[in-house]
């Protein structure tokens, strides 16, 4: 059978190429996935209890860009919703990202207060400073609090999500949750944010709703590649090692072990994600009613445990973030851009920490150049 295109996974990256082709260019287009359900990473469906879940961990949208938001939305309505995240320190449940809130619940009165003042003064307020660089500072106090959350909030909770030191991450990694020098205690501050009313993978189902696009699941790529041709482009959203059949051996990912839990009661804890960055083998707990926003009398929760991935077995969720792995994907990423028939996008692709807006706007932005 011949097609324009060929698209490898059903996630957003893959999903959105799919539908824009479709739908702008009237391309034919057919998307392979490995897995059982279209979707990827986000998505979602109910559980035994009938309560809405995340199957691989939950997924929460959040954008800056309105090119983004506006897009999306077009697939199904956002109801708003801003998370937040509440971390266990010193047997307090207290705001993460660590910010005024959390200064002034965890630190006497008067200290709380001469740091906030040296905060604001050296950085500004609503200045978000990554603990890396807070780390440098050579004022006793600001010394003392990078001290503090450094080993309360990040130490432990990078060992067991990574199996690493902070500093042995790209910045960019512990940046993501820096500290807030604001009392706005949200774990994101973009100006959109929200949970699709009726799941991600309605929406997904919207997106692919088009007579030009066909959906093969349960299928490898490379186990039936010889039998489709395309005519114009192959784009693949799949592990970039893969795909050159590891020239230069594995790149390392994390995976997670996801463990739910139903409980016979409406609420289980008071944040939709609590943080554990000193106790226990998982990081964090999610609540997914606390987010969706269903009523029901029970409530389920998912606890993750954050492992090194089995190349070719495990589910691979996070690229390895340290300077050396980057380089290996670098000798990747060179093959690649020598493919011209071929487009490589998405957090495995790429080997990128995208979140869902960051997948959609390379898609987008892909899709404009072709
Ligand atoms: P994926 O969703 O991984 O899709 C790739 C698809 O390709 C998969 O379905 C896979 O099965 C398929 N595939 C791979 N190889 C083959 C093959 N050989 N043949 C056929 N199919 C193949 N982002 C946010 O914005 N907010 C959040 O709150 C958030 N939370 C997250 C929590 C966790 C635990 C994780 C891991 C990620 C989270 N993200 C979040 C990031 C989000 O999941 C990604 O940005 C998004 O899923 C990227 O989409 P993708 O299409 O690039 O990748
Ligand atoms: N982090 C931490 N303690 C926390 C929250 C985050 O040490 O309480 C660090 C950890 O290294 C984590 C990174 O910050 O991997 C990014 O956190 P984020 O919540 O953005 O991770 P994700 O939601 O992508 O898993």
């Known amino acids: 059978m011949d097609f324009d295109y060929i698209i490898v996974g059903a996630g957003f990256s893959g999903v959105v190429m799919a539908e824009r082709l479709a739908t702008e260019k009237k391309a034919k287009v057919l998307i392979i996935e490995k897995k059982r359900h279209f979707g990827g990473n986000c998505y979602d ?21 309105k090119d983004v938001w ?8 956002m109801h708003i919703y801003h998370h937040r995240v509440l971390g266990v320190i010193e047997g307090k449940k207290v705001p993460i990202p660590f910010n005024l809130n959390t200064l002034e619940e965890l630190f006497p009165k008067a200290l709380g ?9 050296k950085y ?8 890396l660089k807070l780390r440098a500072e050579n004022d006793p106090d600001l010394k003392f609090l990078a001290e503090y959350v450094y080993e309360k909030i990040f ?6 999500q990574w199996g690493l030191k902070p500093e042995e991450l790209t910045p960019e990694v512990t940046g993501r949750v820096p500290v807030y020098i604001s009392w706005d205690d949200r774990y994101f501050q973009d100006r959109y944010q929200g949970m699709p009313v009726e799941g991600y993978t309605k929406m997904f189902e919207r997106m692919l709703d088009h007579p030009n696009i066909k959906l093969l699941l349960n299928t490898d790529y490379f186990e039936v590649k ?3 041709k395309y005519k114009k482009k192959l784009i693949y959203t799949g592990p970039v090692d893969a795909f050159f059949d590891y020239r230069f051996g594995k790149l390392m990912y994390r995976t997670i072990d996801f463990v739910f839990e139903n409980y016979p009661k409406e609420n289980y804890q008071e944040a939709a994600t609590v943080n554990y960055p000193n106790d226990y083998g998982f990081t964090r707990i999610s609540e997914f009613k606390l987010m969706t926003g269903q009523l029901s009398p029970t409530t389920t929760t998912v606890k993750e445990f954050s492992r090194e991935a089995v190349v070719g077995t495990d589910e691979l969720y996070y690229p ?8 290996k994907y670098r000798e990747y990423e060179k093959e690649a851009a020598a493919l011209n028939d071929t487009i490589f996008l998405g957090r495995l692709a790429q080997y990128r920490y995208y979140n869902m807006d960051q997948a ?3 898609s987008l932005a892909a899709f404009q150049k072709l």
């Open 360 to 362: 959609i706007l390379a």
């Open 70 to 77: 506006e897009y999306i939305t077009r697939f199904g309505e």
């Open 124 to 131: 500004g307020m609503g200045q978000k400073v990554p603990i």
């Open 226 to 228: 010889d039998e489709f």
């Open 45 to 65: 469906c109910y559980d035994k209890a009938g309560i809405l879940i995340h199957q691989y961990g939950p997924h929460i949208f959040h954008t800056s860009s």
């Open 320 to 327: 390895m973030f340290t300077d050396e792995w980057i380089a």
């Open 113 to 121: 207060e001469r740091i906030e003042e040296k905060l604001v003064t």
């Open 155 to 160: 130490a432990f909770y990078t060992e067991k």
